[in-house]
């Protein structure tokens, strides 16, 4: 239990409990160096590795360091005790959507400005190949000023983390909003089973109920898989025609996120707000796409807490994980990151090693064999300033013996001319 009063790793003193669950508790806390409110999860490690639940916390701080966006709570940094996690993130003052419709329907217009924000920002999610698999009021917060925020990325997923088939396996979420395909187990697209719930949470704004109710569980299933469900007759024509295309039981006809945005039921009194929105996340975008001409695609920035604490920030194994040496090297470089993964692949090439660089966060994997000796080498390029970027090279697999000696006598000094420094 954290004490009230208490100072976090000199940097945050701890306020109130705002609320708890089964392996977390969220805490107020205040920023001691600029006095800014935040709000601090605080993770039971072994909890956490009693019922196996590692994969999916480093899942959840992998993809919310993805996110940056004004309808998205923003994970401002990540810390670590030998038997606490602390995720830092951004207090959201309004409490939860959830208590908003708990005393019945919202008038259209507000229900209508909720989801704007609620799709908005689902989009965004899954154009940085994201998908949420847990959407439901209670993981929307409101803002002071009455804005949406998506929060609890507990169980979502990357697109990477499919099956060959590209389809998703685990049947995950609540119930009620869960769609047809996630239930039969058959496999699923995230994207289109967000799609599903976003309706139901539209449903649930403008009719002040679920749409699918039943107190048999199988029941349920069944009419979710039918798509069962009917109107109240409150609701205007154009709300339900879009709700008909959200929640077809067929996520092959099931509308995309791009085409609700585009309805005219969704775009009503949206203009001038999304002018404003979309000035914000494209000044995001624009610094994300700034140097498009020098590289195809940015690195990944590191804030301040990550230079100072990389274990915690990118190998996030280093969590839970105790008192293994890590095999791993770092150097800083003025090099554009582009230039920096040239420089690797060349170097692996030369040293006779198989390479494979993925421009998706500057990754270099480079493989060397040597008798019956694997060692697999990695190298990542993050940006620390625009025109300085540190490099992780650490052991990816093979023998640790020869991924040392490849690193001293063929990788580092070959790249004598690109180095700033070695850490």
């Given at each position: 239990m954290e004490k009230k009063g208490s100072v976090l790793m000199l940097r945050y003193e701890v306020g109130k409990l705002l609320g708890q669950g089964t392996f977390a508790k969220v805490y107020h806390?205040?920023?001691?160096?600029?006095?800014?409110?935040?709000?601090?999860?605080?993770?039971?490690?072994?909890?956490?590795?009693?019922?196996?639940?590692?994969?999916?916390?480093?899942?959840?701080?992998?993809?919310?360091?993805?996110?940056?966006?004004?309808?998205?709570?923003?994970?401002?940094?990540?810390?670590?005790?030998?038997?606490?996690?602390?995720?830092?993130?951004?207090?959201?003052?309004?409490?939860?959507?959830?208590?908003?419709?708990?005393?019945?329907?919202?008038?259209?217009?507000?229900?209508?400005?909720?989801?704007?924000?609620?799709?908005?920002?689902?989009?965004?999610?899954?154009?940085?190949?994201?998908?949420?698999?847990?959407?439901?009021?209670?993981?929307?917060?409101l803002d002071e000023q009455g804005n949406l925020k998506v929060s609890d990325f507990g169980l979502s997923a990357l697109?990477?983390?499919?099956?060959?088939?590209?389809?998703?396996?685990?049947?995950?979420?609540?119930?009620?909003?869960?769609?047809?395909?996630?239930?039969?187990?058959?496999?699923?697209?995230?994207?289109?089973?967000?799609?599903?719930?976003?309706?139901?949470?539209?449903?649930?704004?403008?009719?002040?109920?679920?749409?699918?109710?039943?107190?048999?569980?199988?029941?349920?299933?069944?009419?979710?898989?039918?798509?069962?469900?009917?109107?109240?007759?409150?609701?205007?024509?154009?709300?339900?025609?879009?709700?008909?295309?959200?929640?077809?039981?067929?996520?092959?006809?099931?509308?995309?996120?791009?085409?609700?945005?585009?309805?005219?039921?969704?775009?009503?009194?949206?203009?001038?707000?999304?002018?404003?929105?979309?000035?914000?996340?494209d000044a995001d975008a624009e610094e994300a796409d700034s140097t498009a001409e020098k590289e195809k695609k940015r690195c990944i920035n590191l804030n301040a807490f990550e230079i100072i604490s990389l274990s915690t920030g990118f190998d996030l194994s280093g969590l839970f994980e105790k008192g293994e040496e890590k095999e791993e090297m770092r150097f800083t470089s003025n090099r554009e990151a582009s230039e920096i993964t040239e420089k690797l692949v060349e170097i692996g090439k030369e040293l006779k090693m198989k390479v494979r660089s993925k421009e998706q966060g500057w990754r270099v994997l480079m493989e060397a064999r040597k008798a019956a000796d694997v060692v697999v080498v990695e190298a990542e390029v993050f940006e620390i300033a625009p025109s300085l970027h540190m490099v992780v090279m650490k052991k990816g697999g093979g023998d640790t013996a020869e991924y040392k000696r490849v690193l001293k006598e063929g990788i580092r000094p070959a790249l004598t001319d690109i180095v700033l420094a070695w850490h």
């Open positions: 806390a205040r920023n001691l160096q600029n006095g800014d409110s935040v709000a601090v999860k605080v993770i039971d490690k072994e909890r956490v590795l009693k019922v196996g639940m590692t994969e999916q916390i480093k899942r959840e701080i992998s993809v919310m360091r993805l996110l940056r966006h004004p309808n998205i709570v923003e994970l401002h940094e990540v810390m670590a005790t030998k038997s606490k996690i602390y995720f830092v993130m951004e207090h959201v003052k309004g409490g939860e959507l959830f208590d908003k419709v708990s005393s019945g329907k919202l008038r259209e217009g507000v229900a209508r400005k909720y989801f704007q924000q609620l799709v908005i920002a689902v989009d965004y999610c899954h154009s940085r190949g994201v998908c949420h698999r847990d959407l439901k009021p209670e993981n929307l917060l697109a990477d983390s499919t099956r060959q088939d590209g389809l998703l396996h685990t049947t995950c979420g609540t119930p009620a909003y869960v769609a047809p395909e996630v239930i039969s187990r058959r496999g699923y697209d995230g994207f289109k089973a967000d799609v599903w719930s976003c309706g139901v949470i539209l449903f649930v704004l403008l009719a002040g109920y679920l749409p699918f109710r039943d107190s048999n569980l199988m029941e349920l299933y069944k009419k979710i898989g039918k798509a069962e469900f009917k109107f109240p007759n409150w609701l205007a024509p154009g709300a339900k025609r879009l709700l008909k295309r959200i929640l077809d039981p067929n996520p092959n006809t099931r509308i995309s996120t791009h085409k609700i945005m585009q309805s005219s039921w969704f775009r009503k009194g949206l203009e001038e707000e999304k002018d404003s929105l979309d000035a914000e996340t």
